[in-house]
């Protein structure tokens, strides 16, 4: 079982940076690939970006890529997405996740946080 709790979601200008944060703990937590979604009022929940166990190998949706960063930090059982150059269209309520294998459909992740909410304003 992996517990995943994230934080730093807020409120912040068009063009501005923010940075969010994902504990994780649990058995086994260490050797899942990590990711974030996100979820949009009416839209679908969303592919943002996925890191693997070691931190070698990552994945970017097109939407984000060049502006978002993913890392992680083993040692300290966190996972981060750095967020820069915001645009209003990715006001959402971002999710933490965690899975065995790197892949962008939702319905393969195991585990999921309660959500932080991240709004950018025009």
């Known amino acids: 079982q992996v517990q995943l709790v994230e934080s730093g979601g807020g409120l912040v200008q068009a063009g501005g940076s923010l940075r969010l944060s994902c504990a994780a703990s649990?058995?086994?937590?260490?050797?899942?690939?990590k990711g974030w979604f996100r979820q949009a009022p009416g839209k679908e929940r969303e592919f943002v970006a996925a890191i693997s166990w070691g931190g070698v190998r990552t994945d970017y949706a097109d939407s984000v890529k060049g502006r978002f960063t993913i890392s992680r930090d083993n040692a300290k059982n966190m996972v981060y997405l750095e967020m820069n150059s915001l645009k209003s269209e990715d006001t959402a309520i971002y999710f933490c996740?965690?899975?065995?294998?790197?892949?962008?459909?939702?319905?393969?992740?195991?585990?999921w946080g309660q959500g932080t909410q991240v709004t950018v304003s025009s």
């Open positions: 996740a965690a899975t065995t294998t790197i892949r962008r459909d939702s319905s393969y992740w195991d585990y």
């Open positions: 649990g058995r086994t937590f260490s050797t899942y690939v």
